[in-house]
């Protein structure tokens, strides 16, 4: 149901403007017109193709957010006042408070002066210490979470917190929140600790210094890629506060600064006194607060992050039974881990490409390597042949997409893109290529040989994208799925809301079907051309790739790839044989043969009904 001003919610709370909107809810400033305060409404998004247990696992998620919140006592804590039910949903009263996210300040005035970050990072520390004495550990620590009001800064946002001892809503191999704010433990699939929103603190600091994240990327793969594999960078703008960052910024965990320790050596930055970190006394009752104007930008921009459907055990049942059908077909070992793969047209030809900068060309009958293409300047993350299957695209961490001769084994094109490449997908008829990078999609055309088009959104922070056989194209990132049909006068389209970055889009065969798979572990489908919508569920692990073709919806999760049929989304089966995380998923035309690549240094070729 559409709300609007002047509406009365649950009885008592009178909506009077919309503050901010996000891929999982709006919020509104409201007037308590019973105790006569102002106060910050949350209604939280119940897409109506949730079945019913996954909608009561949603209200639940909402229950356990305000939960969450009520539990910690610290003026840098929003305060959550109740939450009511109305119109079937679930909305949470917090208090309201005049401020700007921190996010929103950096992009608008630049960075910020090591002093003032200094302060901000003294004020959030202490209401990780109150959460974290509490039993709370936040798993969502970013500058779009951290206002920045008159009383100091604030940190918002306990929707995906884990409080000890509540029965988990989250299954363990999920990775929740912003990728590039995510610490190594987490990234590895661990389950998050204390330390964990210490890092977290850490990179959102690194970008109030800096006005950049410490760890950018053209694709969530990409940025995880970075949090394991590279060291932190330094941030030559932080001054005396470098060695905190540094210090929150360890990749061990157990080596990591304490909110203490962190607070003893910034409190001496700022000359001022250590503030106490003990327990914190029982909870008081604290008095109405301020609610933030801009400051909802900061609650709704990431703020109920993708929910976790239920689970199902006989999914999962079925899941675990390996179908009759689905076989290996042999392995093809490379020598260094590999985060992409794609077969050409005709099946023939696979390419994969990985961390030493090269691209393999197989021969897939034989299973031999056939050609090095070199020519990267860092890790190969992206492959894709045109449609004839003559040219090889393939993008990378350095920035830059380059276009290969497939039969001659040559490199014929240079495209310098200036920021790291997650995907990259030649249109139907082969003349345009997609490329998508941390700023967008941009379009080149292949015979001019020219930029044509950049598509950008103020609400994504990272793509992936798609072409279907009819030219559609499909872009996503971390709150939204958008399509642009064929057409010289071609607009972007939203074409559905999604509650967990994209990791990777698929089209079928036909074009009438779109697959999405995402973060949260789910693959959601549409159907086109009737327009609906499915969820595809029985994985436990973060998804990293997606293809669709034939009978099948593949997805990959850690070393696993799950199968589910495309008609009824039924799963109905999962390949094993990796023994590391599978990056790459390639399936060929007529949906027969699957290739996966994986940090193991393997091909694995498998054969589908």
């Known amino acids: 149901m559409t709300h609007e001003a002047g509406q009365l919610i649950a009885g008592q709370y009178r909506l009077v403007a919309e503050i901010g909107r996000g891929g999982f809810g709006v919020v509104w400033r409201a007037r308590d017109e019973r105790i006569h305060r102002?106060?910050?409404?949350?209604?939280?998004?119940?897409?109506?193709?949730?079945?019913?247990?996954?909608?009561?696992?949603?209200?639940?998620?909402?229950?356990?957010?305000?939960?969450?919140?009520?539990?910690?006592?610290?003026?840098?804590?929003?305060?959550?006042?109740?939450?009511?039910?109305?119109?079937?949903?679930?909305?949470?009263?917090?208090?309201?408070?005049?401020?700007?996210?921190?996010?929103?300040?950096?992009?608008?005035?630049?960075?910020?002066?090591?002093?003032?970050?200094?302060?901000?990072?003294?004020?959030?520390?202490?209401?990780?210490?109150?959460?974290?004495?509490?039993?709370?550990?936040?798993?969502?620590?970013?500058?779009?979470?951290?206002?920045?009001?008159?009383?100091?800064?604030?940190?918002?946002?306990?929707?995906?917190?884990?409080?000890?001892?509540?029965?988990?809503?989250?299954?363990?191999?999920?990775?929740m929140g912003a990728p590039a704010y995510t610490a190594p433990e987490r990234a590895r699939g661990e389950p998050a600790v204390p330390a964990s929103d210490l890092w977290s603190l850490g990179t959102t600091l690194f970008f109030a210094v800096e006005g950049r994240r410490p760890y950018p990327g053209?694709?969530?793969?990409?940025?995880?890629?970075?949090?394991?594999?590279?060291?932190?960078?330094?941030?030559?703008?932080?001054?005396?506060?470098?060695?905190?960052?540094?210090?929150?910024?360890?990749?061990?965990?157990?080596?990591?600064?304490?909110?203490?320790?962190?607070?003893?050596?910034?409190?001496?930055i700022l000359e001022r006194p250590v503030p106490p970190m003990a327990v914190p006394a029982p909870r008081r009752a604290r008095r109405p607060g301020r609610i933030a104007l801009g400051v909802l930008a900061a609650v709704t921009a990431g703020l109920l992050p993708g929910s976790l459907l239920a689970s199902d055990e006989p999914a999962r049942s079925a899941l675990r039974t390996t179908m009759p059908g689905p076989r290996s077909l042999g392995v093809l070992t490379d020598r260094v881990r590999l985060y992409t793969v794609a077969l050409s047209p005709d099946g023939r030809t696979l390419a994969a490409g990985g961390e030493d900068r090269t691209v393999r060309l197989w021969d897939v009958a034989a299973r031999r390597p056939t050609a090095t293409l070199s020519g990267h300047e860092h890790t190969v993350f992206a492959a894709a042949f045109s449609p004839d299957g003559r040219t090889l695209a393939t993008g990378g961490?350095?920035?830059?997409?380059?276009?290969?001769?497939?039969?001659?084994?040559?490199?014929?094109?240079?495209?310098?893109?200036?920021?790291?490449?997650?995907?990259?997908?030649?249109?139907?008829?082969?003349?345009?290529?997609?490329?998508?990078?941390?700023?967008?999609?941009?379009?080149?055309?292949?015979?001019?040989?020219?930029?044509?088009?950049?598509?950008?959104?103020?609400?994504?922070?990272?793509?992936?994208?798609?072409?279907?056989?009819?030219?559609?194209?499909?872009?996503?990132?971390?709150?939204?799925?958008?399509?642009?049909?064929?057409?010289?006068?071609?607009?972007?389209?939203?074409l559905d809301r999604v509650d967990s970055t994209v990791a990777g889009l698929a089209f079928d065969p036909t074009g009438e079907t779109l697959a999405a798979a995402g973060f949260d572990g789910t693959v959601r489908v549409w159907n086109l051309r009737?327009?609906?919508?499915?969820?595809?569920?029985?994985?436990?692990?973060?998804?990293?790739?997606?293809?669709?073709?034939?009978?099948?919806?593949?997805?990959?999760?850690?070393?696993?790839?799950?199968?589910w049929n495309a008609v009824t989304h039924r799963p109905v089966a999962t390949l094993t044989g990796h023994t590391d995380v599978v990056y790459g998923l390639s399936l060929s035309s007529d949906g027969r043969l699957l290739a996966s690549a994986a940090t193991d240094r393997t091909v694995r070729l498998w054969a589908l009904r």
Not at 231 to 258: F, M, N, S, W, Y
Not at 428 to 447: H, Q, T
Request: aromatic residues 4%.
């Open 38 to 175: 102002d106060v910050a409404v949350k209604e939280l998004f119940l897409p109506s193709y949730l079945h019913t247990d996954q909608r009561q696992e949603r209200h639940r998620r909402s229950l356990r957010e305000a939960r969450s919140a009520a539990r910690i006592d610290h003026p840098a804590a929003v305060t959550v006042h109740d939450v009511v039910e109305h119109d079937g949903g679930p909305w949470i009263i917090m208090e309201l408070i005049e401020g700007r996210p921190l996010h929103s300040i950096v992009r608008t005035d630049g960075p910020l002066p090591p002093l003032r970050t200094a302060e901000i990072a003294l004020d959030i520390l202490g209401a990780l210490h109150a959460a974290h004495t509490a039993g709370v550990i936040h798993r969502d620590v970013k500058p779009a979470n951290v206002l920045i009001a008159e009383r100091g800064a604030v940190l918002t946002d306990f929707g995906i917190a884990i409080i000890e001892g509540d029965p988990a809503l989250t299954h363990s191999g999920f990775m």
């Open 218 to 268: 053209s694709n969530p793969n990409a940025v995880l890629h970075a949090v394991l594999e590279q060291e932190p960078p330094e941030a030559p703008h932080a001054g005396p506060l470098a060695p905190v960052i540094a210090g929150l910024l360890r990749k061990d965990a157990a080596a990591r600064l304490t909110a203490p320790q962190a607070a003893a050596l910034i409190a001496a």
């Open 397 to 494: 961490y350095d920035g830059k997409v380059l276009l290969w001769d497939v039969p001659r084994r040559r490199r014929i094109a240079v495209i310098d893109l200036g920021e790291r490449v997650g995907t990259v997908a030649f249109s139907p008829d082969g003349r345009v290529l997609a490329c998508a990078e941390s700023g967008g999609v941009r379009l080149w055309d292949v015979r001019t040989r020219k930029w044509t088009r950049t598509l950008r959104a103020a609400d994504e922070s990272s793509y992936t994208a798609a072409f279907s056989p009819q030219g559609t194209l499909a872009v996503a990132g971390d709150s939204a799925v958008r399509l642009l049909p064929p057409g010289p006068r071609r607009r972007v389209a939203t």
């Open 530 to 563: 009737e327009r609906r919508a499915a969820t595809l569920t029985g994985s436990d692990r973060t998804l990293t790739a997606v293809a669709a073709g034939g009978r099948h919806i593949v997805a990959a999760g850690g070393d696993r790839i799950m199968l």
